[in-house]
């Protein structure tokens, strides 16, 4: 047996997402853009419809959706097409101020954007990974342009406190962007009612496709295009929209807005049968906040003391799908785990679950006989 348990990477997609994306790969070819024939409407129409429900799943109007190839153009279109039109505008504002947990999809256009002239301030974090609102508090004020803050983090899960990050933000005019790759279609995100004036979501973290996803901005911030070409996506995106990607990302949220509440539920509780057993093995530490409101119901985030990283990776890829850190960073020790305290062996030696819409319990009596048999082997 084999356990996929790592669904904060990728996510299978839904046998309901694959039928509604797929007439749209192959009976109804039309580009969403040819206003001239019926099925170049009917393709816009399809198109409109994604927007809805993508809009109506993240508490926004459709006229704030921009679809894009996934969360990193949409953070990179949010950072850079921000601090393009404020070179334009007439605000003197310039700094801009994140967290150090961020995924990079966010730290390297932030970074990128500080070669050019946009002084960057990167807020640490504190044990459990959460933001100190007061840690932001202290670095407003009349420069800051942009707060960026990811809803909830891939690697340990914690859900940062959105709602007193914005409303400092608006008491001091900074605009506010939410990394929400890891939340959308996960924990209730009503983007307009907390303020959020931007927001960036993934299809494959959420049961939909890959290759796409959305910005969804507010009307009235100020946005650069960072895509030139056929003016598609009220000019804010050029490029065909991806028929099929977009229905299958608007079916994707649907359903899971469908079953969030009782998806998260029982997933909590298997998160919680895994961190049970593992706990009684001795010798392994959480990463991240405890379960509870605090911590995404689908992640688990360990460090197994006393045990070589990269030899326990090596036994548990046998019968496990789990992350040593994030996905997208491969290679390069957990910034993450660094930004807790981990030292570089400790977050080598460091196993992410991500549980998915389908996780079984028998999955995770699997996980718990991999990590138990790995620990026997490798301790002696
Ligand atoms: C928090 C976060 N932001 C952005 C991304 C990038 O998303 P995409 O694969 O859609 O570009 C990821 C992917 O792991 C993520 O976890």
Known sequence: ???????????????????????????????????????????????????????????????????????TEANNLALKGLAEAALSGSSPRRRLVSLVSEHRAVLDPLRYLERHGFPLTLL????????????????LNDDVLLVSVMAANNEIGVVQPLEAVADLCRTHGALLHVDAAQAAGHIPLAMDALGIDLLSLSGHKCGGPKGVGALLVRPGVPLAA????????????????????????????????????????????????LWGGLQALGNIALNGPP????????????????????ALHRRLRRQL?????????????????????????EAAASIR???????????????????????????G
């Open 291 to 310: 379960p509870g409101p605090t911590r995404l119901a689908h992640n688990l985030n360990i460090t197994v003391h006393g045990v070589d990283g990269a």
């Open 353 to 379: 679950f991500g549980l998915g819409r389908a996780s079984t319990a028998a999955e995770i009596e699997l996980a718990l006989a991999a990590v138990s048999a790995a620990m026997r082997e490798l301790r």
């Open 226 to 273: 960072q895509l030139h070409g056929g003016g598609q996506e009220g000019g804010r995106r050029a490029g065909s929209v991806a028929v099929p990607l977009v229905v299958g990302l608007g079916e994707a949220l649907a359903l899971a807005g469908a079953d969030q509440a009782e998806r998260a539920q029982r997933l909590a509780a298997l998160r919680d049968q």
């Open 124 to 139: 640490t974090v504190q044990g459990d990974g959460r933001l100190d609102p007061a840690d932001l508090a202290r670095a």
């Open 1 to 71: 047996m084999f356990a996929y348990l790592d669904h904060q990477a990728s996510t299978p997609c839904d046998p309901a997402v694959l039928a509604a994306m797929a007439p749209w790969w192959s009976t109804h070819p039309a580009n969403a853009s040819s206003r001239g024939h019926r099925p170049g409407l009917e393709a816009a129409a399809a198109v409109e419809r994604a927007r809805d429900r993508v809009a109506a799943a993240l508490g926004a109007t459709p006229d704030w959706v921009v679809f894009t190839s996934g969360a």
């Open 321 to 345: 799908a789990v992350s040593s850190g994030s996905a997208c960073s491969e290679g390069s020790p957990s910034h993450v785990l660094a930004a807790l305290g981990r030292s570089r062996a």
